[in-house]
């Protein structure tokens, strides 16, 4: 790992980076308060639309390993810079989609480049710095990073009520453009450990997550014991039994499956997959609600995510800080129930029919409670392992964390179609309330998987063995 030593040239790493992730941390979140928009616009039935965030979400999280592998192989430099380009390409053609199908598809390929770009950033940003340096220079990167989750909502529903839906796309053509430029200027060459890329392991992965959520969705439209379903079900097992038996006798697997031997790991992926696919699914229904159900813009809608999206920054820190003296496992389970609670709380209000008001104090608990559990459910999984095998274990988190998500999405909208509908606002508030507290029963197993972590103390003595 190459570091180095002029900190103006660091400072520019750091700057590059910190806007890259900038950008695709909020293209993830400015669509949010566009859904209703995009759906009045070209026709699409809720189901439709859940594929501009769940094909994102599937090519991120498949490729995101290979991501890091081809960086480390052909130059992380260059696949940064090309990760950019395609991001930046496909950004226009999701603006200029004429139907619902060209934006899936474009959204898809805006998943690649992000794939290629976060992994990225973290290895150039971290070879950039030296190892006291480094956490500073990380929390940065982090800082910038969450500022795009929080303001997100907003800058889209800002966007789209102002500019229209197209131009939350339309934006990243000239940050990525003077991201390219900044690249090739400011930014070294580097390369990583050479390693054979997992081909069979990423296509079975693939296979199964998109299996599995192809027959969420067709279920309610089908029927759920109809062939197409079950089949799609159970191809989806299928496949996803053949990644593990595949990954175990691969000499150079994408996933390597001695991780989950260890407690702390398999309990913090287990519980972030879970309170992953319950905030994704909020995230993509609660901006529509807000609007169809409660009458809102969409930049009003995305104001009104704050109380929920802005303890991301007061809490999240915090916790960060006294993981050390409580332990994961106290602010897992505890965060999580919190959010189960919040979420419970918004589902009974929305059934009695209480407006926005009364979900402001539910969303402060829930987005306070899942704020304690992700930096907490992160430190467990990675002082879990080796620090060499430090990388492998982030990619994990966040294949697991993404893939959790799309089958958040499709599951609450599974739901959602079985009890509600976009016709009226009182079947899209029933449908809601249903999805909701789906959402909240998936928190509640987060917590239940994250209660299965080990003590501080235990996992402090798990690590010298491990390394």
């Known amino acids: 790992m190459l570091e180095i030593n002029d900190s103006k040239a660091k400072n520019w790493v750091l700057g590059v980076t910190s806007l890259a992730s900038f950008m695709m941390a909020l293209d993830a979140m400015v669509i949010t308060t566009a859904f209703a928009t995009i759906r009045a616009e070209f026709g699409a039935s809720v189901e439709t639309l859940q594929w501009t965030v769940n094909a994102f979400n599937l090519t991120f999280a498949v490729l995101l390993l290979s991501g890091a592998a081809l960086g480390d192989r052909f130059g992380r430099r260059k696949m940064f810079g090309a990760g950019i380009a395609l991001f930046v390409a496909s950004s226009a053609a999701c603006a200029l989609a004429p139907g619902a199908g060209w934006l899936i598809a474009s959204r898809a390929v805006q998943g690649a480049g992000a794939a290629l770009v976060m992994p990225l950033a973290m290895a150039i940003l971290s070879g950039a710095f030296a190892k006291e340096e480094r956490a500073r220079a990380l929390g940065i990167f982090s800082g910038v990073t969450g500022c795009a989750l929080i303001v997100g909502p907003a800058v889209g529903g800002f966007l789209t009520a102002t500019l229209g839906w197209r131009f939350i796309f339309w934006i990243n053509v ?37 299996a599995l959520v192809w027959g969420l969705i067709r279920g309610n439209q089908m029927g759920w014991s109809s062939i197409e379903v079950i089949g799609a079900l159970a191809l989806g097992v299928v496949f996803a039994l053949g990644f593990v038996g595949w990954e175990r006798r691969a000499s150079t697997p994408m996933i390597p499956m001695r991780l989950f031997a260890s407690r702390p790991f398999a309990a913090g992926v287990a519980s972030s997959v ?15 609600f807000l609007q169809v159900t409660l009458g809102f813009g969409p930049f009003g809608a995305g104001l009104r995510l704050l109380p929920w999206t802005s303890t991301l920054f007061l809490t999240a820190p915090i916790a960060g800080s006294v993981v050390q003296k409580f332990g994961e496992r106290r602010l897992v389970a505890t965060g999580l129930l919190m959010q189960a609670a919040g979420l419970g709380w918004i589902a009974f209000n929305v059934t009695a029919g209480a407006g926005y008001a009364a979900m402001v104090v539910p969303l402060i608990v829930a987005g306070v409670g899942v704020s304690m559990a992700m930096p907490a459910a992160q430190n467990a999984i990675l002082s879990s392992v080796a620090v060499t095998e430090m990388g492998k274990a982030s990619g994990v988190f966040n294949m697991g964390r993404f893939l959790g998500g799309m089958f958040g999405i499709a599951l609450m909208v599974a739901v959602f179609s079985t009890r509600g509908a976009v016709d009226t606002p009182l079947h899209f508030s029933a449908g809601f309330a249903a999805a909701i507290m789906v959402a909240a029963t998936l928190s509640l197993l987060a917590a239940i998987a994250g209660s299965f972590l080990p003590a501080r103390r235990v996992v402090a003595q798990l690590k010298p063995q491990q390394a």
Not at 185 to 195: D, K, N, T, V, Y
Not at 274 to 288: H, K, R, S
């Open 274 to 288: 879970l309170f992953y696919a319950a905030m994704y699914g909020v995230l993509f229904l609660l901006p529509q």
């Open 174 to 210: 000239p940050i990525g453009i003077i991201l390219i430029v900044l690249v090739a200027a400011r930014l070294s060459e580097s390369f990583g450990p050479q390693a054979k890329l997992d081909i069979a392991g990423l296509s079975l992965v693939a296979a199964s997550a998109l």
